[in-house]
């Protein structure tokens, strides 16, 4: 089975420039969800997607994040315009009904 | 949400068992006690979970508490790809978590695990 893909692996910006990361989950997963682990911490959920519908953004920072979900396979996370604290990785992880969460190995961004 | 202990880091030797603990004093009689690991650069990996009875699978088992305030993660034979940071979880409930014992995770700080060859 092919695992959660994530891409880029590695991106640097500037800080206020615009970035999006993109994530595949595993076929037939309905469930998406983004994390963000700054380091030394443990990764802390951003938003989950049901399909293409969002349940759970409580945590996003909406005024500069945004997520979106279409057809309710693929999905992109954009921060515009990043600032200097979001440097981290961002992690994305799709469940199966009655599985545990499965997660890609993120992207890791850096803000200059 | 229900909340966990777990210390901050721990050591073994390879080939050696090794027993990561985790306290939760405050679970409710519903909590599943989940735990996952993440290794370096790559993201987080389920490891196993249960609610009230001992569990085995191929990675690990988990002992629970009888009175479910505590558990323990063992690890039968360390080896050096078992360093990583592993994570004591009791997933959030909600109407989107599926009715299945897969809720919504919290992660904490975990405990850092090193093998010494």
């Known amino acids: 089975e092919a695992g959660v893909a994530q891409s880029p692996r590695y991106k640097i910006i500037e800080k206020r420039q615009s970035v999006a990361f993109w994530c595949n989950p595993i076929s037939g997963h309905a469930t998406l969800y983004w994390y963000q682990q700054i380091l030394g911490q443990g990764p802390k959920l951003l938003i989950q997607f049901q399909n293409n519908g969002v349940v759970d953004d409580s945590q996003l920072p909406k005024d500069r994040f945004s997520a979106e979900r279409l057809k309710g396979v693929d999905s992109t996370l954009k921060i515009q315009p990043a600032k200097l604290e979001d440097s981290a990785v961002y992690l994305c992880a799709s469940r199966g009904t009655g599985q545990p969460q499965h997660f890609g190995d993120g992207t890791r961004l850096s803000i200059l | 949400d229900a909340k966990t202990t777990q210390p901050n880091s721990m050591e073994s030797n390879e080939e050696e068992p090794v027993h990561l603990p985790c306290n939760h004093s405050t679970i409710s009689g519903t909590d599943y006690i989940h735990w996952y690991r993440q290794l370096p650069s790559q993201g987080p990996e389920y490891v196993i979970h249960g609610l009230t009875s001992n569990v085995n699978n191929r990675m690990a088992s988990l002992a629970i508490a009888e009175d479910r305030k505590s558990s323990t993660l063992i690890l039968h034979r360390a080896t050096l790809r078992d360093a990583a940071v592993y994570y004591c979880?009791?997933?959030?409930?909600?109407?989107?978590?599926?009715?299945?014992?897969?809720?919504?995770?919290?992660f904490g700080q975990g405990t850092i695990l090193t093998v010494h060859p």
């Open positions: 979880i009791l997933p959030a409930w909600g109407p989107n978590a599926g009715g299945t014992s897969y809720g919504k995770l919290t």
